[in-house]
Antibody, heavy 122, light 107 residues
C-alpha cells in the first residue's frame, strides 16, 4: 500500500525550531519529487515547499523562505521539514505529499499523508 | 507569481443538481491544473489532473475542462457524499498555488 506517514508535530513556542518527518512506503520514494502543504485551522491549502528526487533542487513559498528547509533521505525513504523561527501564523496541519515521478508528463499531488499538527503558541 | 482564483467561495445545491465551480489563473498554465476534494475532517484527495483527466476511482459524475487561464469543475448530478471543499491548483512549477477553495453544501 502506498503510504505517507508524518510525525513530529508539537506545541512549540514562538521563535523555536521543529523538525517534521514523513515516512514513505509502497512506492519508489527516491524517484518522486515531494512536497509539504499546510492548512491552518479552518483555512485553505497552502503549498510550502518542494524537493526534487535527488535533493539537488528545492523551492519554497515566500512566507517560509529563509526559515524552513526541506530535505530527504532516500536510503531511509523519509522526507523532512526543518522549521526555524516559528511564528503563530505557522500554526497548521502539515501534509507530506507526493508529486511528480521525475520522468514523463508532470503529475499532480496524488498521495497525501494524514498530516501532523504544529501549534505555535506561548 | 501566478494567482489562482476560484468562484464561488461557497455554494449550496440540491441533490441531483448540476454544479459548476470555476478557477481562473492570472497567467496561462496550459493544462497543468488539478482539482482536489477535501471532505470535512479528511485529507485532500486528487480528483482531476491535466485539467480534465479523472484520477482513478473518481466517479464519472465529476468532470473538468479548460486550458490556459480558465478552468471548470462540474458535478453532473450532485450526491450527498459530494459535500466537501474543492480546491484548484496549478502544478507546472513553483509556487504550486492553490485556489482559495469552494465549500459545497447540500440545500
Amino acid at each position: 500500500e502506498v503510504q505517507l506517514v508524518e510525525s513530529g508535530g508539537d506545541i512549540i513556542q514562538p521563535g523555536g525550531p521543529l523538525r517534521l518527518s514523513c515516512a514513505a512506503s509502497g512506492f519508489s520514494f527516491s524517484s518522486y519529487w515531494m512536497h509539504w502543504v499546510r492548512q491552518a485551522p479552518g483555512k485553505g491549502l497552502v503549498w510550502v515547499s518542494r524537493i526534487n528526487s535527488d535533493a539537488s533542487s528545492t523551492a519554497y513559498a515566500d512566507l517560509v523562505k529563509g526559515r524552513f528547509t526541506i530535505s530527504r533521505d532516500n536510503a531511509k525513504n523519509t522526507l523532512y521539514l526543518q522549521m526555524n523561527s516559528l511564528r503563530a501564523e505557522d500554526t497548521a496541519v502539515y501534509y507530506c505529499v507526493r508529486g511528480w515521478r521525475g520522468v514523463g508528463v508532470l503529475n499532480a499531488f496524488d498521495i497525501w499523508g494524514q498530516g501532523t499538527m504544529v501549534t505555535v503558541s506561548s | 507569481d501566478i494567482q489562482m482564483t476560484q468562484s464561488p467561495s461557497s455554494l449550496s445545491a440540491s441533490v441531483g443538481d448540476r454544479v459548476t465551480i470555476t478557477c481562473r489563473a492570472s497567467q496561462g498554465i496550459s493544462d497543468y491544473l488539478a482539482w482536489y476534494q477535501q471532505k470535512p475532517g479528511k485529507v485532500p484527495e486528487l480528483l482531476i489532473y491535466a485539467a480534465s483527466t479523472l484520477q482513478s476511482g473518481v466517479p464519472s459524475r465529476f468532470s473538468g475542462s479548460g486550458a490556459g487561464t480558465d478552468f471548470t469543475l462540474t458535478i453532473s448530478s450532485l450526491q450527498p457524499e459530494d459535500v466537501a471543499t474543492y480546491y484548484c491548483q496549478k502544478y507546472n512549477n513553483a509556487p504550486y498555488t492553490f485556489g482559495q477553495g469552494t465549500k459545497l453544501e447540500i440545500k
